[in-house]
């Protein structure tokens, strides 16, 4: 690792300067170009490109050896800059001076598509103020089974949701002149043997439910995907000819650069000529100072097992994304990213004023899965004595990054564990969000102790109201936490929450509990008739314990919805992790709530489940197709919303389409959603529109998109389980 010469620390210094003085213009940034203008730009450049340089482009300097997570090659005469590609999805690894927000599986329990593009904005911004050609995120897979040690990296188990999660994402990002790198194509849907193992997948559910997400990125114009370390049906999916040639650029018209995880190509040929762009970080093992790419790359044209058309295509659609970016401005800042050695790093911050917008997204994906006697929102005035109980409402006691990669479960959990996270500058933990809004008057009593239940019902047994915090914890393989090797090894609390929670429920009759996890939990003390309320604040980042706060008092009205079902049982899901090479889907489209829903299984609480403090009645649903008319939109619903109650509030109506029996569909299937905003006693129209992209199924025997005839069904509710309106139309 070599120090920046005094001269670019020095500009990066006086950039530091001005930024601190003055909020960055959005107007520094430009739009995208179209694809059409960026292939020119890089073709005209490409062209004057020896076969070594475009091969530079496509290959990574190796593991450790540069300042990003990976780097590739630089070229002189002509000139193109060695790409800095760097971690995560929710913000900048290994940065110093980040933002630390909430994680996509909260970008998508908010249902809110203007948070979701904002978060995607700031996202880029601080990847751009750093230098950064390529952030590594979004994590788009959708959640498959419900202990996946990385869904909380992604966007739940719904790929419509997790669609438009994906589109807000890489248009806010990329609107910032980065690239933006959908990840991890495809069927990467668990950690065990994630090397060594192959996701096998039938073509219908492999479109409508798992490449949905991607699709959708390709539609928002992403510059990157990244390829998985599994296979798909025995072939791995960064040599993969049908997944990456046929689907990704042929079906789906992907323009941009296919990239490796790290380490996750397998050879030379077999892998260029399947469709991989771009070997990363470089190396054969990470390390090792080898290249499939490099000079083997080099060989393999020379002799014939890859022709030089094909370099050239990789290298032009590696140029493509970088113009489409507007990175060949003089403007692009300098990469001031040292991630092996963050110490080195110059001061550049870039948080600006993102914590605000952190604060929002944390209340706005808090979920209120349950509020009896109405016991929330509680009213500061009121009480006299609260007690706060267990480690996740506290700080780590080893400091907020002590543990790399967030690889532990100690204080209040805000992210999960490995590759996707980025470090906390401060962390307001949910005592001191809580603490701060109540005031000196009442009398906080707090243990952080989840093992000494009797000392904590003591603390509860005296307080007018008692809160109870709890989580569990996943991540990435290369880190094991409490004997989980990313995936977690069961649904249960961890650390002794299910007694503790009981304990304190046992003792104070007004009990509220907390949770925060990166998925579903089992909840055998659900009924206690003490706990009246039970808050999901999920992965909220940085803002946790003010994001917490804002909801527990009613600062913010709730209106996060679950991502995901949360089921009674284990057995009750639709997949398990797979501890054979063989992880065959055989769900085929029961992924989720459609699972659900066909079984005949209650859950626990449904996909799509959240509360508020007021209420929302549903009415006059009308339904009008467009018939003939070569129109996008096939058919539009729409309903009327009103606040009921007597406080403002935020409800998000979701439309599920019915397809006609023949098209052999789930039978309610996520199409539309919307997040509006009701001031008390106000009401307001929302219209769904659907396009053959909402009204299509995957026809196996044609391989094709079909939009079926006959009659569809729109129901429209709070939930999918909770469905208020129906109607159907006919094409
Ligand atoms: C910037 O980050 C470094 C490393 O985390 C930290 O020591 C420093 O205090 C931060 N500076 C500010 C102003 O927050
Ligand atoms: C992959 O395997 C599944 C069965 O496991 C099969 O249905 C599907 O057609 C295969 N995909 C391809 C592209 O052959
Ligand atoms: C080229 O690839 C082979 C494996 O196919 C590997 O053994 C060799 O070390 C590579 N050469 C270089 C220079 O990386
Ligand atoms: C589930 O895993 C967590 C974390 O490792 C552990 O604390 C808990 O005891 C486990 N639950 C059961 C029932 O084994
Ligand atoms: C990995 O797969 C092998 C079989 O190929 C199996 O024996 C082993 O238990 C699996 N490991 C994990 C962590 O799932
Ligand atoms: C919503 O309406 C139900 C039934 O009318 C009522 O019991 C409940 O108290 C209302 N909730 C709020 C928050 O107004």
Known sequence: MHLPSLSTTALVLLAAFSSVSQARPRSQYTDPISWEAAYSKAEALVKKMSLEQ???????????????????????????????????????????????????????????????????????????????????????????????????????????????????????????????????????????????????????ALHEIWLWPYARAVEAGVGSIMCAYNQYNGTYACENEYTLNTVLKGELGFKGFVQSDWGATHSTAAAVN????????????????????????????????????????????????????????????????????????????????????????????????TNKDKTLPLDAKKLKSVAIIGSDAGPNPDGMNSCPDRGCDKGTLAMGWGSGTADFPYLITPKEGIEKRLGKDVDIKYTYDDFDTDAAAELAK???????????????????????VGDRNNLTLWKNGDNLIKAVADANENTVVVIHSVGPVLMPWVDHPNIKAIVWPGLPGQETGNSLADILFGDVNPSGR????????????????????????????????????????????????????????YSKLKVKTNKGKGKDVLASATITIKNTGDVDGAEIPQAYIE?????????????????VYLKAGKSTKVTFDFTATELSYWDEAEEKWVVPSGTFKVHVGASSRDIRQSASFTL
């Open 54 to 204: 475009k091969v530079g482009l496509a290959t990574g300097m190796g593991w450790e050896k540069t300042n990003c997570v990976g780097n590739t090659f630089a070229s002189t005469d002509p000139d193109f800059p060695s790409l800095c590609l760097e971690d995560s999805p929710l913000g900048i690894r290994f940065g110093n001076n980040v933002t630390a927000g909430v994680s996509g599986i909260n970008a998508a329990a908010s249902f809110d598509k203007e948070q979701i593009r904002k978060r995607g904005e700031y996202i880029g911004e601080e990847a751009y103020g750093k230098g950064v050609h390529a952030i590594l995120g979004p994590c788009v897979d959708v959640m498959r089974a419900p202990n996946a040690g990385r869904a909380w990296e992604a966007f739940g188990e719904d790929p419509y949701l997790a669609g438009i999660a994906t589109m807000e994402t890489v248009i806010g990002i990329q609107s910032r002149n980065v690239i933006a790198t959908a990840k991890h194509y495809i069927g990467n849907n668990q950690e065990a043997n994630r090397t060594a193992s192959s996701s096998n997948i039938g073509k219908r």
């Open 562 to 617: 679950l991502p995901y079902t949360i089921a009674k049982e284990e057995s009750d899901y639709p997949a398990k992790i797979s501890h054979t090479f063989d992880v065959d889907y055989t769900e085929g489209l029961q992924v989720g709530y459609r699972h659900f829903d066909i079984n005949n299984i209650e859950p626990l609480f449904p996909f799509g489940h959240g509360l508020s403090y007021t209420n929302f009645t």
């Open 659 to 675: 397809f006609p029996e023949s098209a052999g569909e789930a039978p309610k299937n996520l199409r539309g959603f919307e997040k």
């Open 274 to 369: 399947a469709g991989l762009d771009m070997t990363m970080p470089g190396d054969i093992v990470m390390g090792d100072g080898l290249s499939y790419f490099g000079s083997n790359l080099t060989k393999a044209v020379e002799n014939g097992e890859v022709s030089e058309d094909r370099v050239t295509d990789m290298a032009v659609r590696i140029a493509a994304a970088w113009y489409k970016m507007g990175q060949d401005s003089e403007n692009f800042p300098e990469t001031t990213i040292r991630a092996f050695n963050q110490a080195e790093s110059p001061y550049v911050p870039v948080q600006d004023d993102h914590g605000i917008l952190v604060r929002q997204m944390g209340a706005a994906s808090t979920v209120l899965l």
């Open 462 to 484: 005296v307080a007018d109201i008692a809160l109870v915090f709890s989580n569990a914890d996943a991540g990435e393989e290369y880190i094991t936490v409490d004997g989980n």
